[in-house]
């Protein structure tokens, strides 16, 4: 019957207790506990989440790995992995991307990964010659690993990449003029007719090519 009454009263207790002046909830102890509580149920941010589990981790995290721990922690009404995907990319002051889909905090001092594409460039201008698709993808991956078969994409769709006459790949700005090339010009800087054949078919469909200097495209194309 004690307990009865105790529990029927309580409410009423607490709220009467809350309402001395100066409330309870400003002692100190109390006023700790209370923020404790509200911080713990609180929803938090993509943005949050992320941060938490990073420094909890202490280590750069790919963003699925990273999601399925934030899904487990219950902080959002709803959770979606494509808004933790986003806010990893909607904050560079606080999120850096070192890898393939994996996240760092710039407070680490990481750096930001280079696109393939621009780390293909690196090795090209640093060789200053066209290169087999064997020894980029072996240079390549020396840096960050790839898949073959994403190497072939990149080297297909980027036109600032061309492939010679005798399978090597080259950097466009490396052509001479189809125009004024010759019999002594060297096959390795001459490009074979599939991929000139991209660089029309980019013109055609209003890509801005402009910067690997197509000027002879242009000429063929006049009447």
Same mark, same amino acid.
């Given at each position: 019957?004690?307990?009865?009454?105790?529990?029927?009263?309580?409410?009423?207790?607490?709220?009467? %207790?809350?309402?001395?002046? *100066?409330?309870?909830?400003?002692?100190?102890?109390?006023?700790?506990?209370?923020?404790?509580?509200?911080?713990?149920?609180?929803?938090?941010?993509?943005?949050?989440? @992320?941060?938490?589990?990073?420094?909890?981790?202490?280590? *750069?995290?790919?963003?699925?790995?990273? @999601?399925?721990? %934030? /899904?487990?922690?219950?902080?959002? /009404?709803?959770?979606?992995?494509?808004?933790?995907?986003?806010?990893?990319?909607?904050?560079?002051?606080?999120?850096?991307?070192?890898?393939? =889909?994996? #996240?760092?905090?710039?407070?680490? =001092?990481?750096?930001? %990964?280079?696109? #393939?594409?621009?780390?293909?460039?690196?090795?090209?201008?640093?060789?200053?010659?066209?290169?087999?698709?064997?020894?980029?993808?072996?240079?390549?991956? %020396?840096?960050?690993?790839?898949? +073959?078969?994403?190497?072939?994409?990149?080297?297909?769709?980027?036109? +600032?990449?061309?492939?010679? /006459?005798?399978?090597?790949?080259?950097?466009?700005?490396?052509?001479?003029?189809?125009?004024?090339?010759?019999?002594?010009?060297?096959?390795?800087?001459?490009? !074979?007719?599939?991929? #000139?054949?991209?660089?029309?078919? @980019?013109?055609?469909?209003? #890509? !801005?090519?402009?910067?690997?200097?197509?000027?002879?495209?242009?000429?063929?194309?006049?009447?």
């Amino acid at each position: 019957m004690k307990n009865q009454y105790l529990v029927r009263f309580f409410p009423r207790l607490t709220f009467l %207790a809350c309402s001395i002046d *100066p409330p309870i909830k400003l002692h100190p102890e109390i006023s700790k506990t209370l923020q404790k509580i509200w911080e713990e149920s609180r929803k938090l941010s993509y943005k949050e989440i @992320a941060l938490i589990i990073l420094k909890i981790e202490r280590k *750069p995290m790919h963003w699925r790995d990273i @999601a399925n721990k %934030a /899904e487990k922690m219950n902080r959002k /009404e709803t959770f979606n992995s494509t808004g933790l995907f986003n806010a990893l990319g909607y904050h560079p002051e606080t999120f850096v991307r070192v890898g393939q =889909g994996t #996240y760092a905090l710039t407070e680490w =001092g990481n750096r930001k %990964a280079e696109n #393939y594409s621009e780390l293909i460039v690196k090795i090209l201008v640093k060789e200053k010659t066209p290169l087999s698709f064997g020894v980029i993808y072996e240079k390549t991956c %020396a840096i960050r690993p790839i898949k +073959k078969t994403s190497l072939q994409m990149l080297l297909d769709l980027y036109v +600032k990449f061309y492939k010679s /006459e005798n399978n090597l790949y080259g950097l466009r700005e490396w052509l001479p003029p189809r125009s004024r090339q010759t019999l002594l010009t060297p096959k390795s800087h001459v490009e !074979d007719e599939k991929s #000139y054949g991209r660089v029309k078919n @980019a013109k055609k469909h209003g #890509y !801005d090519i402009s910067q690997f200097e197509l000027w002879e495209v242009d000429n063929e194309q006049k009447p």
